[in-house]
């Protein structure tokens, strides 16, 4: 009876010309204007995929996550195996790595270059804090780009440095003090500021004329600094003789360190980092300028 009723309602609505439902309401009619074909087709495809896609894929919130889904997808499975292919590529090297001396590597192009890479990535992430992100260092941090060391600049004397570090406090580490001369009272102001005059004349090339200072200095200091100035791997001195300063050269700057000394600290590194990366970071020093042979 209704399917009569409808067909009896059915009209053409005046203003926009469609047909009408047959519903109304207080003088409001609803026109029959059905949804495209092919939209409704979409919509019923895009309802079966998705019935689909919570079937297969982990997508329904369940209490502590979501369902597995059939295909045992995850991203994070997905990202564990793109690293298993990166880990599996550095492996090959690495083991030929571990077993290959400085002087095999430094040979060996692509052995090198891998060195390199690792060493650049670990020096980002634990020495550019102290020694910059290119190794130029700042007041008290050395510059690792010159060819003036403190404990030299051989590929085993880098790795040495590295391994216990200075003034790190263990069995190994490079030690040296040099002695607070004013603050220990072990040399009055007038012979200090005698000796910074000494230093400053060092730096320029020609100390005779300080022979006062030449006395002190022979005295005092030789035997960490050498005789001439120049310095000594063994005791990570300096040398005075050149431009480079690791505490600043202005006569203040040099006063401060002969009356207070300064005694910097490198951490030690072999509890931190692997033997391979300790490698890697040393070839990385070594060539980011004046590595020694
Ligand atoms: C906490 C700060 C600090 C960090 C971090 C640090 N260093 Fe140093 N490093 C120093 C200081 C200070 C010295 C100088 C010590 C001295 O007076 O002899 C030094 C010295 C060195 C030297 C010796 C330079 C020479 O002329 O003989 C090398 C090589 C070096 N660092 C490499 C590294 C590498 C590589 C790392 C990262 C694994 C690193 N350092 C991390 C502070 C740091
Ligand atoms: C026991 C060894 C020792 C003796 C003795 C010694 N020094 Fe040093 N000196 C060092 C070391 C090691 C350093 C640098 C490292 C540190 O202290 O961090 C240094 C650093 C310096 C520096 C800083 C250089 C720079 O690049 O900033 C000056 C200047 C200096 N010494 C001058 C002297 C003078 C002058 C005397 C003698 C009165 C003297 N030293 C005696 C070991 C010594």
Redesign the pocket.
Known sequence: MSDKKQEHDVEIDDVSGVETTGHEWDGLKELNNPLPRWWLWVFYVCILWSVWYFVVYPAWPVPGGATEGTAGYTQYKELQESQREIVARQAAYLDEFESASFDEIMNDPALYEFANAGGAAAFKDNCATCHGTGGAGAP?YPNLNDDDW?WGGTLSEIHQTLLHG??AGNEDTHI????A?GKDG??TTEQ?EI??E??LALQDGDASAVTEGHE??QQ??????GPDGKGSYE??????TDA??????TYE??FY??YN????VMPAWKARLDENTIRQLAVYVHQLGGGEE
Do not use: E, K
């Open positions: 008290g403190l200075v003034r040296s003090q040099m002695p001369f072990l040399l200090i000796l910074v000494y230093v002190l200095f005092n200091c030789a035997s960490c600094h005791f990570g001195a300096p040398d005075l480079i300063w690791l505490y600043g050269g700057d040099v360190t002969i000394a300064r005694a910097g």
